[in-house]
C-alpha cells in the first residue's frame, strides 16, 4: 500500500540522492501544499525519516539532512553481519543518552559493578514469563565478553566445550586464541545430530554446548520443537549445560530453551543487532547451580560494562521508541526476507530463508568450487560469504547469505546472478580443487 508519507518520504530521499537539497528540507507547511495535504502527513514523513537517520530535527529551525549518515549499505553487500546505521534508532538514543546526563549526577560515569546495573538487570529478570531471580543476570560488554568469560573459566577449570558445526565465528576465533580445541557436532538445515552428542555427553567429553535455537548464525535456522526437548533431555540425563546464544530475540519467534529449563541453560541475549552495537552489552542470565561460579570468574574478566550505555539502554527499553522501533525493524527485514525467497526459489541446491532474521543459507555439495563462485560474484561487485569461518573443521558446506545490508532494490538481482553463477560453475569441469587454509 503506498501512503502519502511514504511518497514524501520518497521524494526528500531522491531529492537528497539528486543533490537539490544540500542541507535544509523544505518547511512542513511548504511540503504539506506540494503534496495536498496535511502538516501532520508531512511530520510523520519527516519523523520516519529522522528515525532512519537520514535527517535530523533542530529545534525551532527546521530539519536538515544528517551529513553523518554515510554509511549506506554497498548495494550488493550479502557478506557482512553489521547493521545499516540507518535502522538503527538513533534519534531515540540521543534523546535516552541526553536525558541520561540530564537526569543522573556524575556517578554515571563511574565504574560499574562487575554483576551490571542493578535497575537494568532487574528490567530483564522481570521480562521472562517465569520468575527468574535478579542475582543470576549479569551484564557484561557484549556476547564477545561473555564468549572470553567462558572459555576462560573451562580452560581453568579444564572441562570442554563442544560446539555445534558451524557455529558463530567469533566463538571459534576465541577458542583458537586460546589454544582450545572444541568438539564438534554436526548442524544442518534440518537440525542437529544429536546422536553423536548423545555419545560424547555419555563419554562425559564435554561440559558446556554452545548454541543458537533461533536464527541460527551463519544457518539462518531454529531448532525444532522435537529436537528442543530432547537436547533438555540430554543435558538433565548426562548433566552438562547449554549455552544458549539468542543474539537476535526481538526478531526471533518460537520459543528459547532457557523459556523450557532456565536450570540447564547459560542464556545471553545480545542488544547489538536489533539496538546498537555501540552500546557493547549483553545479558547472562545462568542457573543457580552455576551463579557463583560464574561470578567469581565474572568478577575478574568482565572488562565492566559501560555504566552510562546501561543506564541509556535502561531507558530505552522501558520508554515508547523501544516496541515501536523494533516493530519497523521486523517489518524491514521481514520484507528482504520475502523478497529473498521469491528471489531463491529456482536455487538448485536445498537452503532456508528464515520469516524474518539476518541470514540465509544454502548448502552446497561437497565438490562445489565455492571459491571460484565467490570470486566471479566478487569480480561483478558483488560480495557473498561461504561458511568456512563458521566451520570447526574449516570445510565448506554452504554460503551465508547477509540481509544485514544489502539495500532492499539489489536482492533480486544479486540472488539471480548468484544463480546464474552457480549453474556456470555447476555445468563446467574444474580447473584446480579449491583449497582453503
Ligand atoms: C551468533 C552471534 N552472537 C552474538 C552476536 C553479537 O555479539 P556482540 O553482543 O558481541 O555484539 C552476533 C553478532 O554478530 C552473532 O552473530
Known sequence: MNFKYTEIMDFVKTEIARGTYKSKLPSIRGMAIR???????????????????????????????NQNNTDEGKEFDFYSGIPLSSYLPFDSMEKAYASSFRENNMSIMNYSYSRGYDKLRELLAESFPMPIDKDNVFILSGTQNF??????MTTRNQQDILV???TYNLLLGALDAYGKKPQHIRRDLNGLDLDTLEEKAANKEFRYFFTMTRNHNPLGTSLPKKQRARLLKLAETYDFYIVEDDYLKELSGDDCLFHDDPDRVIYVRSFSKTISPSLRLCAMIVPDALRSEISRTNSYMNTGASLISQDVLHRYLTGDAYLKNTRVLRDRIEEKCTLLKTALKDCPYPYHVPDVGLYAYIELPEDFRTMELLDNLAAKGM???????FSADREVRGLRISLSRVEKKAIEKGIQELLHEMKSIS???PKQKDIYI
Not at 496535511?38 to 539532512?65: D, H
Open 383 to 389: 560480495r557473498f560469504r561461504s561458511d568456512v569461518e
Open 147 to 152: 564468549i572470553n568469560l567462558i572459555v576462560a
Open 164 to 166: 555445534e558445526d558451524p
Open 427 to 429: 555445468s563446467i569441469k
Open 35 to 65: 503534496f495536498s495535504c496535511s502538516n501532520s502527513t508531512v511530520i510523520k514523513a519527516y519523523s520516519e525519516l529522522e528515525n532512519q537517520g537520514i535527517i535530523y530535527a533542530a529545534p525551532k529551525s527546521g530539519y536538515f539532512i
